[in-house]
């Protein structure tokens, strides 16, 4: 479950804003997290900026700063440092990720002083997209994976290899969760429109570019308002080859038991013996075996 904290100066109006001076939002999450304990799932507390990261390096490390150490003892949550950052105007995707990575470094340090071990997932430019860089120019800590953001507008671009290069040149580094991707045709009016797309033409081939990488991944977005959404404004599931909810349902129930936390021993053939009857017994019609 990816949980999105909307950072109070890039949204106005809502009820829980982060405020480090009183306990809503803290109690919210709470809430939240300890009851995806008792489900076993895993918690992503996302940072949800879409901006460049320089221009929140303040408010950002606030944030981290408090909600570290409240979560540093809950083993299933994940600190999605800065949603979306922007930052492509640096010239080469390299230039771009060095100046992410100078802010995510801060953040790291930051989340390391009081929480060691929750994974950290650190974003890259262009809303999350140019992640190769980092392949050669890693950040500093350890439990890091990287996130990736895809949209049917970039699988069907005029280059889509650029987006699938990028991920795959990280993957071989590092791994990946792709914390946004989903598609509505109703939403989405104009064939072109970024959201625009379909079970058949992103969603399946996505899915297995997913797993041939080894890829986790959240659908964005579990909403009837925010897009592109999974829902129907009554709460009932979108369902259909051009939307998401069903397919993301039937997704989440086909690999619900794969990949679990385990001993890490793998997939291990068994060992069969038989011990009865023994080799080269005979037997006639009628025998009971």
């Known amino acids: 479950i990816r949980i999105n904290v ?56 606030e944030f981290w700063a408090y909600m570290a150490p409240r979560f540093a003892n809950d083993s299933h ?105 989903g598609f509505s045709q109703s939403g989405s009016p104009d064939p072109q429109d970024l959201l625009n797309g379909t079970i058949t033409g992103y969603g399946q081939p996505l899915s297995n570019f997913r797993e041939q990488y080894g890829i986790g991944h959240t659908a964005w977005v579990a909403s009837y308002d925010w897009g592109p959404p999974m829902f129907w404004t009554d709460w009932t599931l979108r369902i259909g080859e051009g939307e998401m909810g069903g397919f993301t349902k039937d997704l989440l129930y086909l690999f619900k038991d794969a990949n679990q936390p385990g001993g890490g021993s793998g997939n291990i053939l068994p060992t069969v013996s038989i011990n009865s009857p023994l080799n080269g017994d005979l037997f006639f019609a009628g025998d009971d075996i």
């Not at 500093?140 to 040149?169: C, D, K, L, M, Q």
Request: aromatic share 14%.
């Open 6 to 61: 909307t950072p109070p100066d890039s949204v106005s109006g809502w009820p829980h804003p982060f405020n480090p001076g009183n306990t809503d939002l803290y109690d919210l999450l709470r809430t939240v997290v300890d009851y995806c304990r008792t489900k076993d799932m895993y918690v992503i507390i996302d940072w949800h900026y879409i901006a460049n990261t320089y221009e929140h390096v303040a408010s950002t490390s």
């Open 77 to 181: 949550v994940m600190f999605e440092l800065f949603n979306e950052p922007i930052n492509n105007s640096f010239g080469s995707d390299a230039a771009n990720w060095a100046s992410v990575k100078t802010d995510m470094q801060t953040w790291i340090n930051i989340v390391r002083t009081y929480a060691p071990n929750n994974i950290i997932l650190v974003g890259g430019p262009n809303w999350s997209q140019t992640i190769g860089p980092i392949a050669s120019n890693p950040p500093t800590g350890s439990n890091i994976a990287i996130v990736s953001h895809i949209y049917p507008g970039h699988w069907r671009a005029g280059n889509p290899s650029w987006y699938t290069n990028n991920i795959t040149t990280c993957a071989a580094v590092f791994p990946i969760m792709m914390t946004e991707w």
